[in-house]
Structures are given as C-alpha cells and as structure tokens.
C-alpha cells in the first residue's frame, strides 16, 4: 500500500478478517477427520464445508485446509482501547492488553468493555483484561525507589528515548517541538490515537510527556519490595473489578528473577496468583484464575 488505511478502516478490515477466520475454523465438523487407514480415507467430505465468503476486503472459498484447533478456535488476544478499538474488542477478544492510566480509568476501561460484551451477547466473564504493569522491585524499599529515581532522571538519553517512544506509535516527529513548551493542542494521528489522547495528561512540558511515556506502563505505587508490590496489586485489583496484569519490563536475567523469585511467590502467598495449571488448553487456565 501507499499509505496506511484510517484507523477505524483497519478495524472494519480486522472485524471481517476475524469473522472469516472464525468461519474457516467452523468449516470442519466436529467428527470430520476419519484417518482411515484400511479405506485409506483421510476425512469425510460431506461434513467439511465450502465457506464461500465474499467481503470488502477479503474474497475466501475455503474450506479450511487442515484440522481446527482443539477447542474450535485459538484464544483471541487484542490491544487497543479507542472507541473501535473497544467496539472490536468487545466482540471478540477473550483477553485484553490495556495500559494503565489510573485506577478510576482502568475500571471504567473494565466496566465498559463488559457492559459492550452483554450488548454483543456475550459472557462479560469469558475475557479476562489484563493491564500492564512494570513494577520496580527491590530487597528493600530503599533499593526500589532508588531503582525508579534512576530510570525516571531526564538525561538527554532517557528523553530521547521516550521521544522516540512516542514518534513511533503516532507516526508524529515530536523532535520538531519544544521540549520546555506544552505539546501543540491541534495534534492527530493515523496510529495510536488512545496513546496520543493520553500524551495530554502525561505532563505539561513534552520533556514531562517523554519522561513519562518513557516508563508508562511503570506505577510508582508499585515500587518496593515483592510484598509491598504484591499488597498494592491485591488492592488495585480490588478497586478496578479484575482480572489481573501482565507483567513488562527490563527483561534482564535479574529483573526475571525479582518477579519470578520475589513478586510471584508474594502473589502465591495472598493467593493471587496460581501455582499449578490444571487445564490442558490456555482458554481454561486464562478463564479460571
């Protein structure tokens, strides 16, 4: 292409790619495959089915050409959180990547997708949203907040980075702007327009913005040590309903082993997180906890 589509036309392009594929993992009835080795007959063809899918963007005879999934169809993931990224969402993601943006709109983020859900006909409970979160861990709380003092210093590396950040998923060259100035109000972009929504409650220089985008999935409550972290992350989870988060961050062998030797013990201990899986497939562990 010449120039990427408009943003809610990628969503209308994503929502009958989902419907077809969804169509194609249909096309095999359940009992289909024989694997008959003295007829020699793979499948029965009268229970695998021509889809015939004619769209905007798609035109699929189909049938599927080998097995469906083993529960019909794979987990559905998404991330986005404009209005059609949501309206998608609701749809039909069984879970969610959503980026914190304070507790009150974290819920309201939560509270919306499943009220859109039950519009759609859909078990609120059957997609499980997570938030990501990169909490700073430390033996002591003394060493965390050291830790966060250091990736939050405005060096010249660190604001260049979080400008970088931000040109990247906007497609906007924020290089351009002042750094001591507030960003220009008449802003908009093709990419990530949630993303650059939240720019505007991020500082009030693009320095603070950049500084703030740099670490944006990073909530200073959740720095300290694996309890107090876990404790705080008990109590978001209350406030905002549910379901948990996904853990980001420096993925150095030391910071994997503050989260899977500190932080999800601690979780474990309060019960928040589990320590087996019991299921055969990801929907029933991502469904269950």
Known sequence: M??????????????EFTGLVHKLWASWDADALLADKDTGTYVDHTKVHVVDHVGTYFKVRGPLNTLPPPQGSPVICQAGSSERGREFAAKYAETI????????????????????MEMYGRNPEDCKILFIAEPVLGATEAEAQDTWARMNEPTPANIERGLMGMSTVTDIDFSQYALDQPLPTDLSTNGHQSSLKNFYTYGATLQDVAMTWLHHYADESLVGTPDQVADRMAEMMEFIGGDGFLISGPMSRHYISQVCDGLVPALQARGLTRTSYTHEHLRDNLLEF
Do not use: C
Not at 2 to 15: C, K, N, P, Q, T
């Open 2 to 15: 010449d120039a990427l589509l408009g943003h809610d036309e990628r969503y209308e392009m994503a929502d």
């Open 97 to 116: 990547l959503a980026v914190p943006t304070g507790l009150e709109r974290m819920k309201e983020f939560r509270d919306d997708i499943r009220a859109r």
